[in-house]
């Protein structure tokens, strides 16, 4: 089972990436921290599931440029599913809404954008561990259906 991470924040992928490799077993994990990198990653890499962060640089931190792609993480989702890649993903996010709109409508938009690749949002917090229990519970629902 191989699963890609897409996030930008050092301490977080170190997080959510322990927590997979503990809590299920055989998983082969994959990361990316740039936009770039993950669309490239997806493009050449067969995975069965893609952890997204919704707020990512567009390339890597060596690259010049260090802008950041708001809904970065939608964007990577709507290439990809432009190119006819299908793989499910979710959202990993520390952020209560999306832009201007609520993670809810978001949630509901990508249902309908996706309903057969999108997994679900999960809120995470660096000081609740409840993050861990809405993500084991998506991952367990779509790597073992």
């Given at each position: 089972?191989?699963?890609?991470?897409?996030?930008?924040?050092?301490?977080?992928?170190?997080?959510?990436?322990?927590?997979?490799?503990?809590?299920?077993?055989?998983?082969?994990?994959?990361?990316?921290?740039?936009?770039?990198?993950?669309?490239?990653?997806?493009?050449?890499?067969?995975?069965?599931?893609?952890?997204?962060?919704?707020?990512?640089?567009?390339?890597?931190?060596?690259?010049?440029?260090?802008?950041?792609?708001?809904?970065?993480?939608?964007?990577?989702?709507?290439?990809?599913?432009?190119?006819?890649?299908?793989?499910?993903?979710?959202?990993?996010?520390?952020?209560?809404?999306?832009?201007?709109?609520?993670?809810?409508?978001?949630?509901?938009?990508?249902?309908?954008?996706?309903?057969?690749?999108?997994?679900?949002?999960?809120?995470?917090?660096?000081?609740?561990?409840g993050w861990k229990e809405q993500l084991l519970t998506i991952l367990k629902e779509h790597l073992y259906a």
């Amino acid at each position: 089972m191989k699963i890609l991470i897409v996030e930008d924040d050092a301490l977080k992928m170190k997080d959510v990436q322990h927590f997979i490799e503990r809590v299920l077993n055989g998983v082969v994990i994959d990361s990316a921290t740039s936009y770039a990198h993950a669309v490239s990653l997806c493009y050449n890499v067969i995975y069965d599931f893609v952890i997204l962060d919704m707020n990512i640089p567009r390339y890597d931190s060596d690259d010049h440029d260090k802008s950041i792609i708001p809904n970065g993480g939608e964007m990577i989702v709507r290439e990809l599913a432009s190119e006819n890649i299908r793989i499910k993903f979710a959202f990993l996010s520390q952020y209560e809404t999306i832009g201007d709109e609520s993670v809810e409508s978001f949630d509901l938009r990508m249902k309908a954008y996706c309903p057969d690749t999108y997994c679900g949002f999960v809120f995470f917090e660096v000081n609740d561990d409840g993050w861990k229990e809405q993500l084991l519970t998506i991952l367990k629902e779509h790597l073992y259906a």
